[in-house]
């Protein structure tokens, strides 16, 4: 049973860009998750997807956009790159929305120069 | 006032002792919480929950609860040196995955 997996793993990129995340929930699971984690800090949540929209959402600019995919998988977009948007970039999954055990994928680390 | 403090580290102990790891939380309305282990260079992993006040047991791992000091603890018993990692204690108000994180707490159990 696969686990919650991301791609890429790592990611370079240069201030102003723009860079796409992506995610496959575990299986089972339909609602994603995204966290920010900066290096030395608990997990930050972003934003939360199910049935494709967006749910639930915290404090992050709206430089920071998602979709969800009828196949529950999910992109996690970011434009005009900072160097403080170097992260490590989180997505987790559950059963529902109501869910609130999430499992964690291992990860993409951004990092912005 | 941070939303959650957690018990700063790094916290050292010796192999076979009782680790005790405390989380502070600042929202009276908080319903879920959540013990999660973070080895280094790795994404978070599910140890505990807990809903209601009280002791919650898991093999060699307690979670503790009280919501009227809005307190939640971990204890690991009989510690070995695979537990070393940071523990990140998560709070939700609601349904939903809206986790708010604590710093963590880094723990080293010496061999």
């Known amino acids: 049973d696969a686990g919650v997996t991301q791609s890429p793993t790592h990611l370079i990129k240069t201030r102003g860009q723009q860079v796409t995340l992506r995610c496959s929930p575990k299986?089972?699971?339909?609602?994603v998750s995204w966290y920010q984690q900066a290096l030395g800090q608990g997990p930050q949540f972003i934003f939360q997807y199910y049935e494709e929209e967006e749910r639930q959402r915290g404090n992050f600019p709206d430089r920071f956009s998602g979709h969800q995919f009828p196949n529950y998988s999910s992109e996690l977009n970011v434009n005009a790159l900072l160097l403080g948007d170097s992260a490590l970039y989180l997505c987790?999954?559950?059963?529902?929305?109501?869910?609130?055990?999430?499992?964690f994928g291992q990860g993409t680390r951004l990092t912005v120069v | 006032q941070k939303e959650v403090e957690q018990n700063s580290g790094p916290l050292s102990v010796p192999e076979g002792a009782i680790a005790s790891l405390n989380c502070t939380y600042s929202d009276r309305g908080s319903q879920s919480f959540f013990w999660y282990r973070q080895y280094s260079g790795k994404s978070p992993e599910l140890i505990m929950s807990i809903y209601s006040n009280g002791d919650k047991e898991d093999g060699r791992f307690t979670a503790q609860l009280n919501k009227a000091s809005q307190y939640v603890s971990l204890l690991i018993r009989d510690s070995q040196p695979s537990d070393s990692a940071t523990y990140l204690c998560a709070v939700n108000r609601d349904y939903g995955q809206n986790f708010v994180f604590g710093p963590g707490t880094r723990l080293s159990v010496l061999p």
């Open positions: 987790a999954s559950s059963r529902s929305w109501a869910g609130t055990e999430a499992f």
């Open positions: 299986s089972g699971h339909d609602t």
